[in-house]
């Protein structure tokens, strides 16, 4: 794609950007109301534009810190806002934007970079794998009675405004402990939250979960009403620091009149909810997806990030983006370091993201010719190495 310039757009650019973007998703753009609710969602710096007589494509991202196993926190470039226009598609506009994009990572010291995909087979070639997953369930409220034993929970305040959810709903979230996978939610994320309640165009309510120490939870919910037979609760967001507020909010959204079921959405795979009802078909399981997609950008700070178990093994890494990742990384409980010894195991960047989280044994990716090893035996040894002590989940959509 020789005719193809990728350069990062000014402020007066985010706009002509942003309407890009919603017309490869066939939505209507914003508003100009609704254009200066969201518009800080793009950090300047970060918004890339492709060109060839004109704006044909764009990508952006903004800063954000990951957590992962072991609870360190690195320097994370959140993706989003990838588009292409129609009529420039499958030309190489969108691999010119994410080379560019990837590479300026790299250069300005991001460790990792992650996604939510529109589809799954764009981005494992630009080195992204599927770093968590989630499940959509529905809880149907009348068979959902609380065992006894289930944590009774703090005190829980309604908060119905908008306004107030922008005040209250970012300390909350601050406050709490995020568990691997998470990622924290800064000043270019939550206006993108708002923004969307905003367009619901009926009601949104959210609730703040009191524990002994303060406010340690909240939910955000919408309500579909049906006359007949009992609305749909719609929760958009459930964010907990322990199991008391778990169950504290999930005891209020039971309470709520007039609800038929409660559709949760991208909720983590071990979270254990049906274990709150006495009778645990109550929670239905509807979908598990793949959620965010991770691209490490710099691996050799990343594998040092985190906890390793067992014997130390040799994996032969390959980049074929970030040549610079590529070669060979010792890696065990005594730390991480680059080294020429043959190595156990072989596998491509995309792959060590997935292995990386604890998404996925890395048993199951050598039977699917994912990685390769160099005798059976290593298979079960790398399943030792990653192992964690529970399933990563990201839990902030953008
Ligand atoms: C993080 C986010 O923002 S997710 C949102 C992503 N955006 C969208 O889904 C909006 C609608 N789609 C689009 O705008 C475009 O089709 C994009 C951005 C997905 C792809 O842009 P393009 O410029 O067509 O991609 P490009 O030409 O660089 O393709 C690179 C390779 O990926 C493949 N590819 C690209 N998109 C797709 C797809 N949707 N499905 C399957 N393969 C794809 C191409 O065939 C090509 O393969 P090749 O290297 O073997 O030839």
């Known amino acids: 794609m020789n005719d193809v310039v990728v350069r990062s757009l000014g402020d007066d650019e985010f706009r002509a950007a942003n309407a890009l973007f919603y017309g490869t998703l066939h939505v209507t753009p914003p508003t100009d109301e609704q254009w200066e609710r969201v518009r800080d969602v793009y950090q300047p710096g970060r918004v890339l534009g492709a060109f060839d007589q004109q704006l044909i494509g764009t990508a952006r991202s903004f800063d954000a810190e990951l957590v992962v196993p072991g609870g360190a926190r690195v320097p994370l470039a959140a993706v989003t806002g990838v588009g292409v226009r129609a009529d420039r598609t499958r030309r190489g506009v969108l691999s010119a934007l994410m080379r560019h994009q990837l590479t300026d990572f790299a250069d300005r010291g991001m460790v990792a970079a992650s996604l939510y995909a529109s589809e799954g087979e764009i981005y494992g070639r630009f080195g992204y794998g599927i770093g968590t997953r989630f499940r959509d369930c529905t809880v149907h409220r009348h068979r959902a009675r609380l065992r006894p034993g289930v944590p009774s929970g703090g005190e829980v305040e309604l908060v119905t405004s908008i306004d107030d959810m922008r005040r209250r ?15 924290t939610r800064g000043a270019h994320w939550w206006p993108g939250l708002f923004s ?21 939870g909240f939910a955000v919910y919408t309500v579909d009403r049906d006359a007949g037979t009992g609305g749909t609760m719609r929760l958009l967001d459930l964010h907990y620091a322990d199991a008391s507020a778990f169950a504290g909010l999930w005891r209020f959204l039971l309470s709520v009149d007039l609800i038929q079921e409660i559709s949760a959405r991208h909720r983590g795979l071990d979270e254990p909810l049906e274990l709150l009802f006495t009778d645990p078909r109550a929670c ?4 598990v997806l793949d959620e965010s997609w991770l691209r490490l ?28 990742n590529s070669g060979r990384y010792r890696v065990g409980s005594d730390g991480v370091r680059r080294t020429d010894a043959t190595p156990d195991a072989q596998l491509d960047v995309d792959v060590l993201s997935m292995v990386y989280t604890g998404a996925w044994r890395p048993s199951a990716l050598v039977a699917a010719g994912r990685i390769t090893v160099r005798e059976p035996t ?21």
Do not use: I, N
């Open 284 to 287: 239905e399981t509807k979908e």
């Open 297 to 324: 950008v710099d691996v050799e700070s990343a594998l040092a990030a985190r906890p390793w178990r067992g014997e130390p093994l040799v994996l032969d890494v390959t980049d074929p983006v970030l040549p610079r």
């Open 378 to 398: 290593t298979a079960d040894r790398v399943d030792e190495l990653v192992l964690t002590r529970s399933a990563p989940w990201c839990g902030t959509f953008f």
């Open 169 to 183: 709903l970012p300390e909350v979230y601050d406050r709490l402990p995020l568990r691997p996978g998470m990622m």
């Open 196 to 216: 969307m309640l905003h367009r619901q165009g009926g009601p949104v309510s959210a609730v703040v979960h009191h524990g002994p120490d303060g406010p340690d």
